[in-house]
Each structure stands twice: as structure tokens, then as C-alpha cells.
């Protein structure tokens, strides 16, 4: 079955970089939407950036010129470059994966033309980012 695993997460100073990864399992779809989520402490998670499987990735504004999302070519290992960070990028950062159409009803993307005909089927566990001033 499909799996997803976080890694790369971790404390840092305002204005300081990170990689996150992901390493995706168990799956041999062709085409998919993968993605990062940004939940705050005592907040909603939030989508931060995806990409689709031609490699064409969208950013929330918050991450617009800071963050850079991409894929291996196997679609095996997702990454988030995050540079310049701040104090509010503090939180836990969750790795999904859409392979199939969204369920009716359910809560998809928000973001990117292509993803956003993909639901979210697969969530990995989280990883901490702590950003401090």
C-alpha cells in the first residue's frame, strides 16, 4: 500500500533554510498531484505547494519566491526547499499524494489546474519545523 514518510524537519533562525522530503511507496500510477501542507500550532493545515507528475508546481502566496517544490522523475521522492524562513513558518509540514479523481464532496487542493482533479488519498505523518526569531 501506499506510504508516505517525512524527513528533513527541524529548528533553524529566522531568515535560515531547510529541505524537507518524502519518500513515497507503493505506488506505480503515472499520473498524480503531490503535495506540502503547513499546519500552525492551534491552526488549520494548509496547502503550501504541489506539483503534478509533468512537474508543473504552484505556491501558496506565503511561500511565492521563499519555498521551491520538486520531484524525482519516478515520482519515488517529493522535496520542499525552504529558504528564507520566518517565525510563522513554524509547525508541522505533511506530505500528500492524490493519484485518483476526489471524492464528491471532499476537500481537495485549492491550488494548481492540474492537481486540482486529483483528491488528497494519502497523508504522511508530519514533520516539526521550528523557526525562531
Known amino acids: 500500500h501506499v506510504q508516505l514518510v517525512e524527513s528533513g524537519g527541524g529548528s533553524v533562525q529566522s531568515g535560515g533554510s531547510l529541505r524537507l522530503s518524502c519518500t513515497v511507496s507503493?505506488?506505480?500510477?503515472?499520473?498524480?498531484?503531490m503535495g506540502w501542507f503547513h499546519q500552525a500550532p492551534g491552526k488549520e493545515r494548509e496547502v503550501v505547494a504541489n506539483?503534478?507528475?509533468?512537474?508543473?508546481?504552484s505556491y501558496a502566496d506565503s511561500a511565492k519566491g521563499r519555498f521551491t517544490i520538486s520531484h524525482d522523475a519516478a515520482g519515488s521522492t517529493l522535496y520542499l526547499q525552504m529558504d528564507s524562513l520566518r517565525p510563522e513558518d513554524t509547525g508541522t509540514y505533511y506530505c500528500?499524494?492524490?493519484?485518483?479523481?476526489?471524492?464528491?464532496?471532499?476537500?481537495?487542493w485549492g491550488l494548481g489546474y492540474v492537481c486540482n482533479y486529483y483528491g488528497i488519498n494519502y497523508w504522511g505523518k508530519g514533520t516539526l519545523v521550528t523557526i525562531s526569531s
Open positions: 507503493g505506488h506505480s500510477y503515472n499520473n498524480y498531484c
Open positions: 506539483i503534478d507528475h509533468d512537474g508543473s508546481a
Open positions: 500528500a499524494a492524490g493519484f485518483f479523481q476526489p471524492e464528491p464532496g471532499s476537500k481537495g
